[in-house]
């Protein structure tokens, strides 16, 4: 009843652009705030960006000015912009929402502390 689907990752070139996606199931009417984290082979899972339901952001340090975060609200989804990616953005990048009301199939509220994506590949290679 509470998924989230990301999409957009794929190869791309040292410098280049790519956009993912992230989209709440429609089950899902309100949701706190959202983030991409990603995980590279061997190293642990790291918050890249975040967005309240107010548009407030975070970002990693290793990201300031390269890669952005929006999201629509009346869609729930979340948006991630990254630029100029280097080999260092190697990595699968999940989705992640905290504070998710839904409403299940016989048309009653709940409500989910977390929820996380599968995860979409980026990988930045010449």
């Known amino acids: 009843q509470v998924q989230l689907l990301e999409s957009g990752g794929g190869l791309v070139q040292p410098g280049g652009s790519l956009r993912l996606s992230c989209a709440a199931s429609?089950?899902?009417?309100?949701?706190?705030?959202m983030g991409w984290y990603r995980q590279a082979p061997g190293k642990e899972r790291e918050l890249v960006a975040a967005i309240t339901s107010t548009l407030d952001t975070d970002y990693a340090d290793s990201v300031k000015g390269r890669f952005a975060i929006s999201r629509d609200n009346a869609k729930n989804t979340a948006y991630l912009q990254m630029n100029s990616l280097q080999h260092e953005d190697t990595a699968v990048y999940l989705c992640?929402?905290?504070?998710?009301?839904?409403?299940?199939?016989?048309?009653?509220?709940?409500?989910?502390?977390?929820?996380w994506g599968q995860g979409t590949q980026v990988t930045v290679s010449s």
């Open positions: 429609k089950t899902i009417f309100a949701i706190g705030s």
């Open positions: 992640n929402a905290k504070g998710l009301w839904y409403r299940d199939r016989a048309g009653r509220t709940g409500y989910e502390y977390e929820s």
